[in-house]
């Protein structure tokens, strides 16, 4: 064994893992992040909407001045294609400066690498973990370059790929993929943000910069198929599904693809070992909730580590406190999405007439919107 055991271990400097790593050392706690990627490495294309809640969390941890490619959402226009319906919440109705945030993952990736090269937390890059152990006084991990390191807590923040992710407790799969790209629009976005539910999956159109952020969710094949259109029939392809409220698409960047689908592993924290983030539970992207409700995990489990006595941390009270103190934030996020993801997807009647009244009920009453706006800004606790 070769790491003291006061050090807390987190596998993956991800947005969720680094967040973590950099609120454990902004108290003093001591901790060293493994990570599979090489230093250089870029962040892959998606684009993040982050609720005002996790500005608030990235502005202690001083990451948010560090962001320069940040375009505020100022409103929110929800739909479905083809029925009656819709809801529109804006950030001065809700006392807001800005109902979310809309950056690439790659600047968020970069600022928080910085962030821990600044505060000293020791990364070590092109390093995979291969195993990890639980056990009661101390958990262990072995690397692919064969060393095994202890730790009274391991927290694992590999997104779901290590090859120790245990069977997921709840799992579905959509069968659909997201097809994701910027492209620019004949009128200005006005930081409008658009999210359209239609019976093949639901279609976003963020503001960022001068143009949006597109996440087209379609079947797999559907998917595929579109990514590979040329620019000006994939244009002509989304105006005919998302409508012409933007006036014509002008111009698309390069496709990429992203099946999803729902794995959640019941957030389970043992043997001095926790998966949080996307390790924990990957959700549908419809209401960007996924790295919204990972950031909140790291925060937590941060502040508990901390407040806690240094001999206290990764026990099993500790980990049962943070399980609890979770469970309702992230089965919220689970539900939501999963429900969203499903009740939205399909074209019958029956179901369309009640997701219109859904939207017009919630339309309707100012404190039920803002009921559904603070939660999903902040997460369950509103
Ligand atoms: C198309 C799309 C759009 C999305 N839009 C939004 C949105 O608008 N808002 C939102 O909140 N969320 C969104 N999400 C979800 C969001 O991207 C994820 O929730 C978030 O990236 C999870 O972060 P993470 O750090 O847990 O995992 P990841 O980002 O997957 O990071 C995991 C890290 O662990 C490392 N790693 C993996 N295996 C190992 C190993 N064995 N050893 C060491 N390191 C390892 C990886 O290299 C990586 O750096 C979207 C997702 C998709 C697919």
Same mark, same amino acid.
């Not at 973590?20 to 003093?28: E, N, P, S, V």
């Not at 709840?170 to 997201?178: I, L, M, P, S, V």
């Not at 001999?311 to 996020?333: H, K, P």
């Given at each position: ?39 250089? $490495?870029?962040? =892959? +294309?998606? #684009? %993040? @909407?982050?609720?005002? /809640?996790?500005? !608030? ?5 001083? *990451? ?69 152990? $639980?056990?009661? =006084? +101390?958990? #262990? %991990? @072995?690397?692919?370059? /064969?060393?095994? !390191? ?5 927290? *694992? ?69 579109? $990514? ?91 980990? $049962? ?62």
């Amino acid at each position: 064994m070769d790491a003291g055991l006061s050090e807390i271990l987190v596998v993956g400097a991800g947005p969720v893992g680094a967040v973590c790593a950099l609120a454990l050392a902004q108290q003093d706690v001591a901790v060293r992040v493994l990570e599979a990627q090489p230093a250089d $490495a870029r962040g =892959d +294309a998606r #684009t %993040l @909407a982050l609720a005002h /809640g996790a500005r !608030l969390i990235l502005d202690r941890l001083g *990451v948010w001045d560090r962001l320069t490619d940040v375009t505020p959402i100022a409103h929110i226009h929800i739909s479905q294609r083809g029925a009656l319906g819709v809801v529109r919440l804006s950030a001065d109705e809700l006392g807001v400066p800005a109902l979310g945030y809309v950056l690439p993952y790659a600047q968020l990736a970069e600022a928080l690498k910085d962030a821990l090269r600044e505060a000293g937390v020791a990364v070590e890059y092109a390093v995979a973990v291969d195993r990890i152990g $639980a056990g009661a =006084d +101390a958990a #262990t %991990l @072995a690397t692919r370059d /064969g060393r095994t !390191l202890a730790a009274p807590l391991v927290v *694992v923040a590999d997104g779901g790929r290590g090859e120790g992710t245990p069977p997921p407790w709840f799992e579905a799969d959509y069968k659909q993929t997201a097809v994701v790209c910027d492209v620019l629009s004949e009128q200005p976005h006005a930081n409008r943000a658009y999210e359209r539910f239609t019976p093949t999956g639901p279609v976003a159109l963020l503001p960022r910069g001068e143009r949006y952020a597109l996440v087209w969710t379609a079947p797999h094949a559907d998917a595929e198929r579109i $990514a590979a259109l040329p620019d000006a029939d994939f244009l002509a392809a989304l105006y005919e599904h998302f409508g012409g409220r933007r006036g014509r698409f002008l111009e698309a960047g390069v496709r990429r693809t992203f099946p999803l689908r729902l794995t959640y592993t019941g957030s389970t924290a043992a043997g001095r070992v926790v998966r949080i983030g996307n390790a924990a539970q990957t959700l549908h992207p419809v209401a960007g909730q996924g790295f919204n409700l990972g950031l909140r995990d790291a925060w937590e489990l941060a502040a508990l580590c901390a407040d806690g006595a240094p001999g206290a941390r990764g026990d099993a009270a500790m980990l $049962a406190a943070y399980v609890r103190g979770r469970r309702v934030d992230v089965l919220g996020g689970v539900g939501v999405t999963d429900f969203l993801a499903r009740v939205f997807a399909n074209d019958l009647a029956v179901l369309r007439h009640a997701r219109g009244l859904g939207l017009m009920a919630l339309e309707a009453l100012p404190p039920l919107k803002t009921f559904v706006a603070r939660r999903m800004m902040f997460g369950a606790r509103g």
